[in-house]
């Protein structure tokens, strides 16, 4: 019997019948223990409070399209769109960009290029030059060849970087944009310096990140299991802490909204399409697995969204540089 997870932790994606319907479909027979969770989850009851009840092991084998190489990349795009990794999509990437009153003239900064995009599409959209940064070196080297196939090579370039140690150019850019990067750069306060540095007289910054809660604490279960999935681990900021730390760094603070209730509507949104759209029984093994694993990062960051411990916050800062005093 299924164990329902506390009221903080429970969060049902989907009320349409249909869709809960396919959802089943989809997992139907499936014979990984995160898939059983992954069930759990999509039904509003968290994973990792249920008492386990391991999946039946079934002996017929699942239909393989292809005995091709898991691509973990294109797999992340049938969830969030084509050029995207995280949830939003171009109507989110489209309101960062939005106060920066964008026009051809303008060089812009994207610190969290992914394949590009995002990017690309606000390039296109403005017309506009976009250096796009990303910190995966393999994901750098895919959104570029993603930006020269769109024939956008010069106008959005996506090259590597580490977030740590980045020297950038000064006053190169009249903005600068990122999202979900902060979260796991330890050197913040040396990040935030280089993008004031790299920043025209008055030049603006955009970001959206994971903060942790007022109440939060960097002991807590969910954080903790977030550390042991993430790429690149979190060590979240509360609101005062990043607020204190861009002011520090020259720039003014113009808005800290909370983006939460959005963002988890963003990830309902992106594995809803998802199960309509595909049947991951139809799938080889190894796409079987990496969905299962993305889906059980994805479990796992939403607990501590659900949780309470992490909000999702956006900031918009104007630097100092150049102010009439």
Request: charged share 25%; proline share 5%.
């Amino acid at each position: 019997m299924l164990a329902p997870g506390n009221a903080g932790v429970r969060s049902v994606l989907l009320k349409n019948p249909l869709s809960h319907a396919r959802f089943d479909a989809v997992l139907d027979r499936a014979d990984d223990v995160m898939f059983h969770r992954l069930r759990f989850w999509w039904y509003g009851y968290d994973p990792h409070a249920v008492a386990r009840q391991e999946p039946e092991i079934v002996v017929e084998d699942t239909v393989d399209i292809a005995e091709e190489p898991v691509d973990r990349l294109a797999l992340s795009q049938k969830i969030w769109g084509p050029g995207f990794l995280v949830p939003g999509g171009v109507d989110y990437v489209m309101t960062m960009v939005k106060p920066f009153g964008v026009n051809p003239a303008m060089s812009l900064l994207d610190l969290t290029a992914g394949l590009g995009g995002p990017s690309r599409h606000v390039s296109h959209f403005f017309d506009v030059y976009i250096t796009a940064m990303e910190r995966a070196p393999e994901i750098a080297k895919r959104g570029h060849s993603m930006s020269i196939d769109a024939g956008l090579s010069k106008k959005v370039p996506v090259t590597a970087y580490d977030p740590e140690t980045v020297e950038l150019k000064s006053h190169a850019f009249d903005c600068a944009y990122a999202e979900y990067l902060t979260v796991s750069v330890v050197a913040k306060e040396r990040l935030f310096r280089e993008i004031g540095k790299a920043l025209k007289a008055r030049g603006q910054f955009s970001f959206v990140d994971f903060v942790l809660s007022d109440d939060g604490d960097l002991e807590d279960k969910n954080l903790e299991a977030l550390r042991t999935i993430e790429r690149y681990p979190p060590v979240p900021w509360t609101i005062k802490q990043y607020t204190d730390c861009l002011t520090a760094s020259g720039f003014d603070v113009r808005i800290t909204e909370d983006h939460t209730d959005l963002y988890v509507q963003h990830v309902n949104q992106g594995w809803a399409q998802f199960v309509e759209n595909y049947d991951v029984k139809l799938m080889t093994r190894g796409n079987q697995t990496a969905i299962a694993e993305e889906g059980d990062l994805w479990m796992t960051r939403m607990a501590a969204v659900h949780g309470g411990v992490l909000r999702v916050y956006r900031f918009y800062a104007v630097s100092t540089y150049g102010a009439i005093s």
